[in-house]
């Protein structure tokens, strides 16, 4: 077990807290943060960097989460859902994600929309056999439409009655800019895990790689799978625990934006390797947005994954 530092560098004033503990080769700094528990590996035995590295890396993605959450009613994400149709100024940052998203969207010829967030309010993954009818489905489809929505680099204009949801892009976001921070403070290696989304700059100390755990969703007989990873990022999509089931067919929460159903024929979990997390992220889910496809289009991309079905 971990020796548990007990410091005053963090005051229980405040909700967000940083606990950093000692492990065999160095540090872990954890907090919770975008509805996961995260946590920050580094290998090196100094408290006091530790302590630094852990509040910098936790205020990086609690910024980005007050920023993009749409359940935060001052983030961006709010302003301009909240916007009726008018013009919101936006910065460089806001203005590349919208970038990036539009890419995905390009990609997937539709089927990933960051605008099909709407659809929670006919589709609620509970593990209840809930299932929504065409006709409310149908009603959602109409306000979820990414070609209608306008942006330059200084600001967006959405028309009213839709909604933006940055959820698909923002937490892998986030591991790759805690991973910048992180090594503009220290050239130690780091594993930076946002609720297993994740990222390292370079092998642990001895030259071996980070071992991580895979979780496979809904088997509970079957143990973690550990792969190795010496550098770069890991990001897993799937259904573990947002689902329905109906008739003994198991709906998904990974749903089609162009359909509004889920994506039928899916594995239940694709974790994939890339260079940065925002990358593998994307293309975790634009493979199960693939169906009986997934494996196949994840082998053309020629990169590292791995697929339960």
């Known amino acids: 077990m971990p020796n548990r530092y007990k410091g005053s560098d963090l005051s229980k ?28 590996l580094v290998a090196g035995s100094d408290l006091k960097l530790a302590q630094t590295l852990g509040q910098l890396v936790a205020d990086e993605v609690w910024r980005i989460e007050d920023k993009y959450s749409r359940y935060k009613t001052n983030s961006v994400c709010s302003i301009i859902n909240n916007s009726s ?67 330059d680099q200084q600001q967006i204009t959405l028309p009213a009655n839709m909604e933006l949801d940055f959820g698909g892009i923002g937490k892998e976001y986030a591991v790759d800019r805690a991973l910048l921070i992180a090594e503009q403070l220290t050239s130690l290696p780091i594993l930076v895990n946002l609720g297993g989304d994740l990222a390292a700059n370079k092998p642990r100390q001895d030259n071996t ?39 003994n067919i198991r709906y998904s929460h990974i749903l089609n934006a162009k359909t509004g159903w889920p994506v039928a024929q899916a594995p239940r979990s694709i974790t994939v390797v890339a260079p940065q ?16 496809n997934a494996e196949t289009f994840l082998s053309e991309q020629e990169i590292k994954f791995w697929a339960i079905r």
């Not at 990036?100 to 960051?114: N, P």
């Not at 997390?277 to 009986?292: K, N, S």
């Open 13 to 40: 004033k405040i909700k967000r807290s940083v606990e950093v503990l000692a492990t065999a080769d160095g540090h872990c700094m954890r907090f919770d943060a975008m509805a996961s528990p995260c946590e920050i």
């Open 85 to 151: 149709g008018q013009s919101i100024a936006i910065d460089q940052e806001t203005f590349a994600l919208l970038n990036f998203a539009d890419t995905c969207y390009q990609l997937s010829e539709g089927v990933f929309d960051i605008t099909s967030g709407v659809l929670r309010k006919v589709w609620c993954f509970d593990g209840s056999d809930n299932i929504p009818n065409e006709a409310n489905v149908q009603k959602v489809l109409q306000n979820i439409a990414w070609e209608k929505v306008q942006f």
């Open 209 to 247: 790689p980070w071992q991580v755990g895979i979780e496979h969703p809904g088997f509970i007989d079957r143990k973690p799978m550990v792969v190795s990873l010496l550098s770069g990022a890991l990001a897993t999509s799937g259904d573990a625990k947002r689902f329905l089931l109906r008739n």
């Open 277 to 292: 997390c925002i990358q593998a992220g994307i293309l975790a889910t634009l493979a199960l947005m693939q169906g009986e």
